[in-house]
């Protein structure tokens, strides 16, 4: 099983960044795939999560409106598109597979049985 996460860097305020999680492994269509972060000294943090049986999706408050979450079927491929980047995103983002999306535990991170190493993102101010 791997998640494997890319697209992480530096970015001045109010850019973007694509980040993308490449699954395999295990059946993309059973589980739901969520994006986390965790910032030093600050607990992880859902963000956003797509059923891959349905398309739904899910969204953290922090983040609605300015990320928005899609995936390939296909490529068992996950991305999570970030817009008007804030200093305050800058964190580690991991992408994390669930076999349980249930609202409102949607972002509980023990729910979670397969993670990413991580990808750092970066944003200046």
């Known amino acids: 099983v791997q998640l494997v996460e890319s697209g992480g860097g530096l970015v001045q305020a109010g850019g973007s960044l694509r980040l993308s999680c490449a699954a395999s492994?295990?059946?993309?269509?059973?589980?739901?795939i969520a994006w986390f972060r965790q910032a030093p000294g600050k607990e992880r943090e859902g963000l956003s999560c797509?059923?891959?049986?349905?398309?739904?999706?899910y969204y953290a408050d922090s983040v609605k409106g300015r990320f928005t979450i899609s995936s390939d079927d296909a490529k068992n491929m996950v991305y999570l598109q970030m817009n008007s980047l804030e200093p305050d995103d800058t964190a580690v983002y991991y992408c994390?597979?669930?076999?349980?999306?249930?609202?409102?535990?949607?972002?509980?991170?023990?729910?979670?049985?397969?993670w990413g190493q991580g990808t750092q993102v970066t944003v200046s101010s």
């Open positions: 994390a597979a669930t076999l349980s999306v249930l609202s409102p535990w949607v972002f509980q991170p023990d729910l979670y049985t397969y």
């Open positions: 492994g295990f059946p993309f269509d059973d589980y739901g």
């Open positions: 797509i059923k891959s049986a349905d398309g739904q999706t």
